[in-house]
């Protein structure tokens, strides 16, 4: 009778670590599935601009990147338009490059200075138009 009852705990435990080999399985390719997602380029970047997105230092600093690169590119082409000449391109992106330099780096005094002038364009067109409507009434 004990061989039997010792026979029977043996295949329940036998079962029993069946079971949870069967579970840890299931858990380990849902595990593999999950990175595999993870991995993918498309979510790599997706998981990289929402960090970007939720960091303000990160959007100021990439902001002032963005605003000095487009003033230096837009000076260069003020300056020296679409030449052909070796030596204007060569002067007009060193040109671009040191002015996207100093704009990046100097750009919140720069947005500052921006705003106040928006500020006071904005204020004069405001006090334009009461003028005008004032002689209009």
């Known amino acids: 009778m004990r061989k039997h009852n010792e026979s029977i705990g043996l295949r329940q435990a036998i079962l029993l670590a069946e079971s949870k080999q069967a579970l840890q399985l299931t858990m380990l390719k849902e595990q593999v599935h999950i990175v595999y997602e993870s991995l993918q380029p498309i979510n790599l970047l997706k998981k990289t601009l929402q960090e970007v997105s939720a960091s303000p230092q990160i959007k100021d600093t990439l902001l002032n990147n963005v605003i000095g690169i ?36 100097n750009s919140n005094g720069i947005k ?26």
């Open 70 to 105: 487009s003033t230096g590119y837009l000076s260069k082409k003020i300056l020296f338009g679409f030449s052909h000449n070796p030596l204007k391109k060569l002067a007009g992106t060193f040109l671009q490059f040191a002015i996207a330099n100093v704009v990046a780096s």
């Open 112 to 137: 500052m200075a921006a705003g106040h002038l928006l500020n006071r364009v904005l204020h004069f067109s405001t006090t334009q138009k009461q003028k005008l409507q004032e002689e209009w009434e």
